[in-house]
């Protein structure tokens, strides 16, 4: 177990040495990689495949065709989301003729219903811009289209439906506008060995939100998946807390042990 665990640090070391080109410099210079280590596996389990990635129909999807990682930083009253792919915002398939899309990048609080989500259909390779944070609370939001070559039969698809969530907004008034900025690396997969095997290129959409915009909140779980229920990322980020906050937690444990040693 040790060397399995020392093993899985040096990949993890690896993948960070080389480093992403990142674009919110001031946050995600602390040698991030884009991808999980769990990047090859899925949260939910596809018939026949187990916890990992569909490989598709005749060889399409899989591996190239999947989510590769999700990574949260908080600086300066701003929550800054990483979210990285194998391939954009969308991926032809040559034997059904269908485009696969990335779904929106949903956001709960705390353990509960997803209450946000940023559209991420605009987009600009290598360039800020602007998109939006919706309120969609009340499950305002779409499940995964029924598209062929999904799956082998509609039973399975169903399954995958119901296990997936949420896939895109339904309703786009009044958001909020966020920045985001959409970063590609020709050939960045290739380089981590099984960590983000059989790849090759990455995508990586950099979104900045205004914490004002969230409310108050001790977790974030966030949520995307994919059109053709491929792969799926569900992961919570604790919040960092306040300075003030950490004052007032250090008075009260000096406090505590005052009156300890006042007892005593």
Request: include cysteine; hydrophobic fraction near 40%.
């Amino acid at each position: 177990m040790k060397r399995l665990t020392l093993l899985l640090a040096i990949v993890l070391l690896a993948a960070n040495a080389f480093g992403f080109d990142f674009f919110y410099d001031n946050v995600f210079t602390d040698g991030s990689s884009p991808f999980d280590a769990n990047n090859n596996t899925a949260p939910i389990n596809y018939p026949g495949e187990g916890y990992y990635p569909s490989p598709g129909l005749l060889g399409e999807g899989g591996e190239p065709f999947d989510l590769e990682g999700l990574t949260v930083r908080e600086k300066d009253g701003y929550i800054y989301v990483a979210l990285a792919n194998s391939f954009g915002y969308s991926a032809h398939s040559t034997t059904w003729n269908y485009d696969y899309n990335i779904g929106d990048l949903f956001i709960g609080k705390d353990g509960g219903d997803y209450s946000m989500a940023v559209d991420l259909e605009n987009i600009a390779v290598d360039g800020l811009t602007t998109t939006r944070l919706y309120d969609v609370s009340g499950g305002n939001w779409n499940g995964l289209p029924a598209v062929s070559g999904s799956w082998g039969n509609y039973s399975q698809f169903d399954y995958i439906a119901d296990q997936v969530g949420p896939f895109e907004i339904a309703n786009k008034n009044n958001g909020a506008m966020v920045d985001y900025i959409l970063g590609y690396q020709q050939g960045y997969e290739t380089d981590f060995g099984d960590l983000a095997s059989d790849g090759g290129d990455t995508y990586v959409w950099e979104i900045k939100i205004d914490k004002a915009l969230l409310g108050d909140f001790t977790t974030l779980d966030f949520h995307v998946t994919l059109a053709c229920g491929n792969d799926v990322i569900n992961k919570s980020y604790s919040a960092v807390p306040e300075p003030a906050t950490f004052l007032l937690l250090a008075l009260g444990l000096a406090g505590t042990g005052i009156i300890r040693r006042k007892l005593r």
